[in-house]
Protein backbone atom coordinates (compact mmCIF):
# COMPACT_ATOMS: atom_id res chain seq x y z
CA UNK A 1 0.00 0.00 0.00
CA UNK A 2 1.20 3.73 -1.09
CA UNK A 3 1.83 6.08 1.52
CA UNK A 4 2.69 9.89 0.63
CA UNK A 5 4.26 12.39 3.06
CA UNK A 6 4.11 15.82 1.97
CA UNK A 7 7.03 18.62 3.27
CA UNK A 8 7.72 22.34 2.69
CA UNK A 9 4.92 23.89 3.58
CA UNK A 10 5.86 27.09 5.46
CA UNK A 11 4.96 30.64 6.22
CA UNK A 12 5.55 32.78 3.18
CA UNK A 13 5.14 36.48 2.56
CA UNK A 14 2.91 37.74 -0.88
CA UNK A 15 5.47 37.56 -3.81
CA UNK A 16 7.81 34.65 -1.89
CA UNK A 17 8.36 31.30 -3.33
CA UNK A 18 8.05 27.67 -1.77
CA UNK A 19 8.74 24.09 -3.00
CA UNK A 20 6.49 21.43 -2.14
CA UNK A 21 7.34 17.80 -2.24
CA UNK A 22 5.21 14.37 -1.84
CA UNK A 23 7.36 11.62 -1.26
CA UNK A 24 6.38 7.93 -0.58
CA UNK A 25 7.03 6.54 2.59
CA UNK A 26 6.27 2.60 1.27
CA UNK A 27 5.64 1.85 -1.96
CA UNK A 28 6.58 3.42 -5.41
CA UNK A 29 5.08 6.27 -7.43
CA UNK A 30 6.23 4.54 -10.63
CA UNK A 31 2.82 3.61 -11.71
CA UNK A 32 0.76 6.57 -10.06
CA UNK A 33 -0.34 9.50 -11.54
CA UNK A 34 0.18 12.47 -8.85
CA UNK A 35 -1.81 15.55 -8.16
CA UNK A 36 -1.44 18.25 -5.31
CA UNK A 37 -5.26 19.84 -4.29
CA UNK A 38 -5.20 22.85 -2.05
CA UNK A 39 -8.28 23.35 0.86
CA UNK A 40 -8.67 26.55 2.79
CA UNK A 41 -10.74 27.13 5.67
CA UNK A 42 -14.48 27.19 4.82
CA UNK A 43 -13.75 26.21 1.31
CA UNK A 44 -13.92 23.21 -0.98
CA UNK A 45 -10.80 20.83 -1.65
CA UNK A 46 -9.31 22.81 -4.89
CA UNK A 47 -6.72 20.49 -7.57
CA UNK A 48 -4.18 22.40 -8.36
CA UNK A 49 -2.33 20.57 -10.66
CA UNK A 50 -1.33 16.94 -11.94
CA UNK A 51 1.02 15.02 -13.43
CA UNK A 52 0.96 11.90 -14.87
CA UNK A 53 2.99 8.62 -14.39
CA UNK A 54 5.85 9.29 -16.52
CA UNK A 55 6.06 12.93 -16.16
CA UNK A 56 5.06 13.62 -19.92
CA UNK A 57 1.12 14.90 -18.88
CA UNK A 58 1.08 18.01 -16.76
CA UNK A 59 -2.20 20.54 -15.95
CA UNK A 60 -3.09 23.24 -13.95
CA UNK A 61 -5.42 24.70 -12.60
CA UNK A 62 -6.05 28.31 -14.03
CA UNK A 63 -5.55 29.62 -10.62
CA UNK A 64 -1.71 28.85 -10.37
CA UNK A 65 -1.06 28.62 -14.08
CA UNK A 66 1.76 30.85 -14.77
CA UNK A 67 2.89 30.78 -10.99
CA UNK A 68 3.54 27.08 -10.38
CA UNK A 69 5.88 24.10 -11.62
CA UNK A 70 5.06 20.41 -11.58
CA UNK A 71 7.71 17.79 -11.58
CA UNK A 72 8.53 14.93 -10.69
CA UNK A 73 11.62 12.07 -10.00
CA UNK A 74 10.56 8.99 -10.34
CA UNK A 75 14.52 7.67 -8.86
CA UNK A 76 13.99 9.56 -5.54
CA UNK A 77 10.06 8.79 -5.58
CA UNK A 78 9.29 11.77 -5.06
CA UNK A 79 6.90 14.97 -7.05
CA UNK A 80 7.65 18.64 -6.38
CA UNK A 81 5.35 21.40 -6.55
CA UNK A 82 7.36 24.82 -7.06
CA UNK A 83 5.04 28.00 -6.28
CA UNK A 84 6.22 30.97 -6.57
CA UNK A 85 4.52 34.31 -6.95
CA UNK A 86 2.67 33.23 -3.78
CA UNK A 87 -0.54 35.54 -2.62
CA UNK A 88 -2.47 35.35 0.18
CA UNK A 89 -5.19 33.32 -1.54
CA UNK A 90 -2.49 30.12 -2.26
CA UNK A 91 -3.14 29.55 1.79
CA UNK A 92 -4.36 26.49 2.57
CA UNK A 93 -3.60 23.18 3.77
CA UNK A 94 -1.89 21.50 0.36
CA UNK A 95 -1.89 17.55 -0.03
CA UNK A 96 -0.90 15.03 -2.58
CA UNK A 97 -2.88 12.31 -3.94
CA UNK A 98 -1.90 9.15 -6.07
CA UNK A 99 -3.78 7.52 -8.76
CA UNK A 100 -2.66 4.45 -10.06
CA UNK A 101 -2.82 4.20 -13.72
CA UNK A 102 -2.52 1.45 -15.94
CA UNK A 103 0.76 0.59 -17.89
CA UNK A 104 1.90 2.78 -20.78
CA UNK A 105 -0.92 5.56 -20.10
CA UNK A 106 -0.67 9.24 -19.57
CA UNK A 107 -3.05 11.16 -18.45
CA UNK A 108 -3.63 12.82 -14.98
CA UNK A 109 -6.49 14.62 -13.88
CA UNK A 110 -7.70 17.50 -10.66
CA UNK A 111 -10.84 15.53 -9.28
CA UNK A 112 -10.92 13.63 -5.90
CA UNK A 113 -10.85 10.36 -7.37
CA UNK A 114 -7.21 9.20 -6.05
CA UNK A 115 -6.07 5.97 -4.41
CA UNK A 116 -4.29 7.62 -1.57
CA UNK A 117 -3.77 10.67 -0.20
CA UNK A 118 -0.88 12.85 1.96
CA UNK A 119 -1.52 14.09 5.48
CA UNK A 120 -1.24 17.37 4.12
CA UNK A 121 1.07 20.42 4.57
CA UNK A 122 -0.01 23.69 5.59
CA UNK A 123 1.47 26.87 3.27
CA UNK A 124 0.53 30.09 4.86
CA UNK A 125 1.02 33.39 2.58
CA UNK A 126 1.22 37.08 4.18
CA UNK A 127 -0.06 39.93 2.92
Known amino acids: QLQLVESGGGLVQSGGSLRLSCAAS????????IGWFRQAPGKEREGVSC????????NYADSVSGRFIISRDNAKETVYLQMNSLKPEDTAVYYC????????????????????WGQGTQVTVSA
Open 26 to 33: RGTLDSYA
Open 51 to 58: ISARGGII
Open 97 to 116: AADLTPPNSAYCHLSSKHDY
